[in-house]
């Protein structure tokens, strides 16, 4: 029902606490959210050490998009575009605006285009 409405399921923090691959496909969900502790690793860990392409690459095989969470540094951001993550969140673009403040940014992004 929340599909045919038009609403979006996101699993978020996924690969850390309670999220499990075993009720991805009960749940029915749009989006993965890769917790921000695999961005951050990124940055102190050699890139072939990391995890976070195989978390896409999963996700993808599964049917789902994939937002990185905690997105701060250039490095993560090409590492995810390279790696073919969806969508990205984080400081790198903007730290965390009031709802007046983000239409305002991408009214702004819209028009740099």
Do not use: W
Not at 9 to 35: N, P, V
Not at 44 to 60: K, L, R, V, Y
Not at 70 to 95: A, M, P, T, W
């Amino acid at each position: 029902m929340l599909k045919q409405a038009g609403i979006q399921i996101y699993i978020d923090d996924f690969g850390t606490g309670y999220s499990s691959l075993a009720r991805e496909s009960e749940l029915k969900m749009d989006f993965l959210k890769i917790d921000k502790y695999f961005i951050d690793k990124l940055c102190t860990h050699d890139h072939g050490q990391c995890i976070t392409s195989d978390i896409i690459s999963m996700a993808h095989k599964l049917g789902h998009l994939t937002v990185a969470e905690g997105v701060e540094k250039e490095s993560q951001l090409q590492y995810l575009k390279e790696h073919n993550c969806d969508r990205i969140q984080g400081y790198i673009f903007s730290k965390p605006l009031s709802e007046d403040d983000a239409f305002k940014l991408l009214l702004e992004e819209k028009n740099q285009r």
